[in-house]
T-cell receptor, first 116, second 112 residues
Framework: DAGVIQSPRHEVTEMGQEVTLRCKPI?????LFWYRQTMMRGLELLIY????????DSGMPEDRFSAKMPNASFSTLKIQPSEPRDSAVYFC??????????????FGPGTRLTVL | KNEVEQSPQNLTAQEGEFITINCSYS?????LHWLQQHPGGGIVSLFM???GKKKHGRLIATINIQEKHSSLHITASHPRDSAVYIC??????????????FGKGTHLIIQP
């Protein structure tokens, strides 16, 4: 199995631009998580999906952030418009869980986002 | 919101030493997750536990629900154990997730 796949691995953009991060979970996993990691705040859960449905998006910082999961094998996290304070590493993780997040999660390699 | 504290923040030890990393949380939880983040940035799930103790190789995780405390131990530490270790507390309310709160991490360096 290829594990969780994220793209791009690195993204540099200018303030105000739209940024789209992509994630392909492990085949057969039915829960998907988006995290953000910064030096100041550490790891934070942004949103998670179960069976393609958003379950908890209370961690999404602002309306500028949106996430979708159109099918079981693909999810996107979009920031529009981007701001320098959005610079962070964004991780996607997946797990096999019926309806909760208390199962082992497998993390992707992360996308390092820099907003100038 | 749960407050998760890890100690120490930084730890440097010699190869072979027994290592203990602590994690305390303020609100009762249903489970606690230990993660390892390698120097390259990759994150690996080590343990998910809700009671007692779990062991995997040289790693041991324990949790005391009453004291709201968990520890991660590394026996016979090796330079390849050098990483950031992060604990995360999972809270539940009515079957859904109240949230997942992360500690700031413990930066461990094992010197040969």
């Amino acid at each position: 199995d290829a594990g969780v796949i994220q793209s791009p691995r690195h993204e540099v953009t200018e303030m105000g631009q739209e940024v789209t991060l992509r994630c392909k979970p492990i085949s057969g996993h039915n829960s998907l998580f988006w995290y953000r990691q910064t030096m100041m705040r550490g790891l934070e859960l942004l949103i998670y999906f179960n069976n393609n449905v958003p379950i908890d998006d209370s961690g999404m910082p602002e309306d500028r952030f949106s996430a979708k999961m159109p099918n079981a094998s693909f999810s996107t996290l979009k920031i529009q418009p981007s701001e320098p304070r959005d610079s962070a590493v964004y991780f996607c993780a997946s797990s096999l869980a019926p309806h909760q997040i208390a199962n082992e999660q497998f993390f992707g390699p992360g996308t390092r986002l820099t907003v100038l | 919101k749960n407050e998760v504290e890890q100690s120490p923040q930084n730890l440097t030890a010699q190869e072979g030493e027994f290592i203990t990393i602590n994690c305390s949380y303020s609100v009762g939880i249903s489970a606690l997750h230990w993660l390892q983040q390698h120097p390259g940035g990759g994150i690996v799930s080590l343990f998910m536990l809700s009671s007692g103790k779990k062991k995997h190789g040289r790693l041991i995780a324990t949790i005391n629900i009453q004291e709201k405390h968990s520890s991660l131990h590394i026996t016979a530490s090796h330079p390849r154990d050098s990483a950031v270790y992060i604990c995360a507390a999972l809270s539940y309310s009515g079957g859904g997730a109240d949230g997942l709160t992360f500690g700031k991490g413990t930066h461990l360096i094992i010197q040969p």
